[in-house]
């Protein structure tokens, strides 16, 4: 059933292949493309159901609708779902449910921001005003097998709200998202 909807998608809707992979039930994808494809052309076998769609705009028009249809509905129920979240949060009056990306990337970037000084202020001292360089280095490293690790954390948390928000902005702007592979293939269909 996979391949026979891989085939009709390759074939019919390349465009839409992109929605069929990113579902998390393919299988059940695969169904919908494949009784989809059944329902409009009244054919049970994969040759019919091709002879059909090649032979009748009207029947690939009305699969090309039906099909992004019911691919989109799980993605647009995960958005209703997601923007709701969104609109609880700007709605709050909780002080921590509406400031904590705010309030969590500014402390993020003041404590990089303290590391790097405290760093630069040891070495600038040691270099200019002597020092056994072997335990300043020594201190450093110690600081910074301390610090790092959360700060990886902290800044890889930090980067998937900035991506995830960017990405809500972009489509709220109405600007699709585009992928590498997007990318690539709008590049080759320009040539």
């Known amino acids: 059933m996979i391949n026979l909807a891989l085939s009709l998608l390759a074939k019919f809707a390349p465009d839409a292949i992109k929605f069929f992979v990113k579902k998390k039930n393919v299988a059940e994808a695969a169904s919908a493309v494949v009784e989809t494809a059944k329902r409009i052309t009244g054919a049970d076998s ?17 699969f090309l609708t039906d099909v992004q249809i019911s691919l989109n509905e799980n993605e647009t129920k995960r958005f209703e779902t997601y923007h709701e979240t969104l609109r609880r949060e700007i709605a709050s009056t909780d002080r921590f449910c509406r400031w ?8 993020v970037a003041a404590q990089v921001n303290l590391l ?3 760093i630069f202020t040891v070495v600038f001292k040691a270099v200019f005003w002597g020092g056994d360089l072997n335990a300043i280095g020594d201190a450093i490293a110690k600081i910074s097998g301390l610090l790092f ?12 709200y900035i991506k995830k928000r960017s990405d809500d902005k972009q489509l709220n702007a109405g600007f699709p998202r585009t992928g590498l592979i997007d990318v690539l293939r709008g590049a080759i269909k320009n040539r």
């Open 46 to 62: 994969e040759d019919a159901i091709v002879r059909a769609m090649e032979n009748d705009p009207e029947l690939l028009k009305s």
């Open 100 to 107: 904590m990306r705010p309030v969590f990337g500014y402390s």
């Open 116 to 118: 790097i000084i405290l």
């Open 149 to 160: 690790p959360v700060l990886s954390i902290e800044l890889a948390v930090l980067g998937v």
